[in-house]
């Protein structure tokens, strides 16, 4: 079925679709819509599921954390403030290997305070062991959260779903939702690795000393290290757990690609244009002018950012001369954590053989700036010509 | 041998003495029993027992005399602030290096 509706209640489709059992959110913007639709379908008895109203974005994850430990599929979404306010539980989830979906409607952070897009609330989340997945438009918003669950389960470990707040959560866009027979088929119900019993009590997540220690049935149990070892490892290896995911979506659904990144025109094209979500789409009009003069150019959105797809970004860059990141956040003091990844990955993969692009960083859309096409389309013709400074550019910057 | 094969992904205790590891390291002061203020000990039977009740590890034995499980007694004093008659008193473990350098 097609419909047109805006981004939130894509993303609170793909939620009812997947039959989660617990929600616990607090309302911020531009969030809030997706929770109330979710409530609004609770209270109706549309969706049997548990609505916990909770007094704020820490208690929400920790409601999320407690669900999913005892055995119940659980979902929470957050903005801004909102996730830097939950940060402490974040790492929490990911270290106890609970698979959590939660929806991060990139907005700016403060200070100061400002209700618009860009992305610094998510990339700020980058080093917490979490899954990330960026969308690009409504359709991947609902799609994305579905795989987000048959991933996480599979690999016990929380993903967040990231979408730009107001172009994507405000605006309407058709899109088809998915058949709920389809999704049933593809998403089996949820087996967690370990789910509290009254019967069988145990503590989860104790105090763990740095080194191994005999548990009480005499086996060898984890220190610390082997812990944080095993999330490391584990989330390597989800990046083949995305790509078999991908291709099941494919069978099922009839929709799906390339599972770590979205290219447009890249095939031939000697200067790559480089971002993540929805200004990837906007950098397709300014790639389609550059193309009508003749410059070879294209646009790789990265639909997968943590676990970072290294090698599959390191293959699809190699031999281009440019690479033009363009980023809406700022490892501050440095420059863009994904121009960063983006060089480390072509580092490894690419030193020593020649065919290594440069890298040029743009940042934009800070706090919700606008981004006007036509600035897009110059700073990319102008980074054709060789890598116009070290330092991140700001486009728009008025100072 | 390594931890590769165990069961849980991560920190999973049951109950049981000493699931969180061998804390007796811990600690920095170590409780003594005083026999000769002790109700249980003093009348031979089994009263009170508070000690027992408020030691959040679970390191005291509900026997005549109560017995502190040093392996794994962390010296938090609980048991020290909570015995009616002050029968136990919290030792600096130094005192005991002699002891300790024997094994």
Redesign the interface.
Known sequence: MHIIENGNVAAALGVRLCGVNVIAAYPITPQTPVTEKLSEWVEAGEMKAEYIPVESEHSALSVCIAATSAGARSFTATSSNGLLYMHEQVQWAS???LPIVMCVVNRAVGAPWNVWNDQQDSISQRDTGWMQMYASDHQQIIDTVIKAYYLAEKT?IPIMVCYDGYILSHTYMPFEVPDADKVKAFLPPFKP??ALDPN??????????PD??M???G??????M??RY?LQE?LRGALAVAAETEKRFDEIFGRGGDPYIEPYLCDDAEYVAVGLGSVTYQLRVAVDALRAEGIKVGVMGIKFYRPFPDEAIAKALKGRKGVIVYEKALSYGYEGALASDLKSALYDSLAGTGSMPYVQNFVLGIGGRDIKTHDLTETLRAATKGRVAKEPVWIGLKL | MGTRNYRRKTSHSESGPGDGGRTGSWRVTRPVLNRSLCIPCKRNAEACFICWLFCPDVVIARTIPPAIDLEYCKGCGICAEECPTKAITMVDESEFADENDKG
């Open positions: 270290g106890a290997r016990s690795d370990y069988d009590p145990a503590n989860l997540n104790t105090v763990t000393l191994v220690r548990d009480v049935r086996e060898l149990a984890h220190g610390y082997e812990i095993l584990e």
